[in-house]
């Protein structure tokens, strides 16, 4: 266990979201859980209940970011692990894509990610060390037939982090992008062997928090055991 050490999880909502707060949490992490309506927090089981604070933010607002961060700052302390993990789940016919629903899930999917992004780094910069995780997917290496809207801000957020990783390595801080290649269980769910099961990740992205910088992952795929790739 690591005492005092406090996380932010961008993206904290039902499924995977909800299982990095508690996983954190059990860990002994303070945690910010960040949603657009701040809820979710009382998902959390006892006694890992008084660890996690809700904070309501749209990350695809530079100025509600800029805030969210600088409060949790002043009132948590100093982010050591950062997970963003926002996005849309939009599938439709290259067709029918309107160009509201794409800019749409640009904003959520790839600038949001830029925003948070930008200001954890910030953040954790004067300090030297510091974990940004950002949650990718299946599209965020290949493009599949409807689903353009989707892809293009994945492929975009892991662009992303690769510029970050490169630059802010040699500078303490460890970036890291996550592919999830299937389904996720549906929240509370252990999994199957065709559904990852949103705790199992947790521990991942826990995992990549307590590398050791001689030894850091940038990119890592996890998927169910029936899952083709």
Known sequence: MIDRQIAVVVGAG?????????????????????????????????????????????ATQSSEVSATFARIESELGVPDLVVFNVGTWDRSSILDISEEMFCRAW?????????????AARTMLPRGRGTIIFTG????????????AFAVPKFGLRALAQSMARELGPKGLHVA?????????????????????????????????????????????????????
């Open 177 to 229: 992008h996550v592919i999830i290649d299937g389904a996720i269980a549906t929240e509370g769910g252990s999994g199957s062997p065709s559904s990852l099961a949103p705790a199992a990740i947790a521990d991942v992205y826990y995992d990549l928090y307590r590398q050791d910088r001689t030894a850091w992952s940038h990119e890592l795929d996890v998927r169910p055991m029936t899952e083709t790739f």
């Open 14 to 58: 039902p499924g995977l979201g909800t299982a990095l707060a508690q996983r954190f949490a059990r860990a002994g992490m303070t945690v910010a859980a960040i949603s657009r309506s701040g809820g979710h927090v009382a998902s959390t089981p006892e006694p890992d209940r008084k660890r996690v604070r809700g904070f309501a933010c749209d």
């Open 107 to 119: 904003r959520i999917g790839c600038l949001a990610g830029f925003l948070v992004g930008q200001t």
């Open 137 to 148: 997917a299946t599209a965020s290496i290949r493009g599949g037939s409807g689903f353009a």
